[in-house]
DNA sequence: TTTGACATACCAACTGGTTGGTATTTACGC
DNA sequence: GCGTAAATACCAACCAGTTGGTATGTCAAA
């Protein structure tokens, strides 16, 4: 299959180290070469050109993603309400080291290059929201043990909607962070995040959950 | 003063539209000079480099909303939360028509700069943090109209917290707007933010507002 | 001997930046 | 208030280096 160990493989990783710390218009494609130790000529036989490497990578990160997050240890919790608040100090959790390593490779990409390259930024929005879409059964489930509407009809909010706010805020936080230097800032807004939800679950329940 | 009317500022204007649009890396002093109408001999006249135009759009940008929100209608109200909230209101309102038009010049240089850039970015950053601070007298009032710590003693967060987490949100909000292709998300965020400063408000308050 | 996986060498277009010049204000001695 | 010199604001042409992309070749496995 491959001569070294897969070109294509280590041109995504590059891309997704550059890109995450110098953005995509300002990654070149020697850039991406040079840091996957592979000739161009490598680079455009896996890719017809270099946006569609933004969406490989895009896609890419969509998988790292989804792999870090089925393993991590807040998909063992049983009740949705606490699974959902472990995901977050999860998220807190993982704040940590250099700016490049907790940032959002979609998010980044997503805000450069949503009116350049549509193609990049679908895979990226894709990327985000299929996350997102892992949250609402989680908070779907909350809000129905507390006979709250999933569909916002009693609340006027939505288990999708709370799902992508999240999103929000942790994207806002990486901006926030890279202003910073640091993931202080961060951190304090996923705490402030986990206590909105915490009161949304305290003062909207009419019928609390039976089992905790 | 100026020969036609001010190429620095037309410059700047291109600067504030184009990096909105592209972001830095993908607008070319060529671009900028296209649209500002302009010869590159007068861009580099006014600006030493192309970073010293990012910087110098930062500081225009902040300028621009600084005026924008001094003379924004919630600057009227005189009830601290109420004015916060009409603030949010505010915020809410004005994520309309296209998405570079609601958008945050800071929070997009920002995210993609912040590494190479390191004098962007913290224009940029400068640019947020001011105008978070803008919010903190307001929140710090809210708080001690109702008994709590403005510093954080009794709640866990502090005045100068919530308003960067608001910020957070905000430009969070940008980034899901840029996937979703308008701003109904973001709008939806804000509400949620809204519904969080409420409910802070209303739940841990021991002393209600005796004039509210 | 064909095919997939790369490498080498190359290209036209574009990049940020410089040059040397000109038109227009401004400062100021008179 | 006036002439003039210096400064400012701007322009057109140019430059060396880099850009994304291509044309052609190599080489091992099937």
């Given at each position: ?15 997704v ?7 995509f218009a300002?990654?070149?494609v ?11 000529g ?11 490497l ?15 997050f ?9 009740e949705?309400?606490e ?9 807190r ?8 390593e ?6 980044t990409m997503?805000q ?14 894709e990327?985000?929201?299929?996350h ?12 129905l ?8 009809a ?10 992508l706010?999240s999103q929000?805020?942790?994207q806002?936080?990486f901006?926030?962070?890279k202003?910073n230097?640091?993931p202080a800032?961060a951190?304090d ?19 609390p959950?039976?089992?905790?």
């Open positions: 299959m491959s001569r070294s160990v897969n070109a294509r493989e280590k041109l995504l990783e590059a891309a180290k550059l890109v995450r710390s110098k953005g300002a990654t070149s020697d850039d991406l070469c040079g840091e996957a130790g592979v000739t161009k490598a680079f455009f036989h896996h890719f017809p050109s270099k946006e569609a933004g969406i490989a990578a895009a896609e890419h990160w969509s998988k790292m993603t989804g792999a870090l089925a393993a991590a240890p807040y998909q063992q919790v049983d949705p309400l699974r959902l608040l472990a995901y977050l100090r999860f998220r959790d993982i704040l940590d080291g250099e700016l490049c907790f940032t959002c490779l979609a998010g997503l450069e290059v949503y009116a350049e390259h549509p193609a990049i930024a679908a895979a990226c929005q990327s985000i929201a299929s997102a879409a892992t949250l609402e059964p989680m908070i779907a489930a909350a809000m043990a507390r006979g709250l509407d999933p569909g916002g009693s609340t006027g909010w939505t288990a999708s909607g709370l799902a706010h929000v805020v942790l806002g936080a901006i926030l962070a202003g230097g640091g800032i951190r807004s996923v705490d402030h995040l986990t206590r909105y939800i915490c009161l949304l679950f305290a003062s909207e329940g009419a019928t959950d039976p089992r905790s």
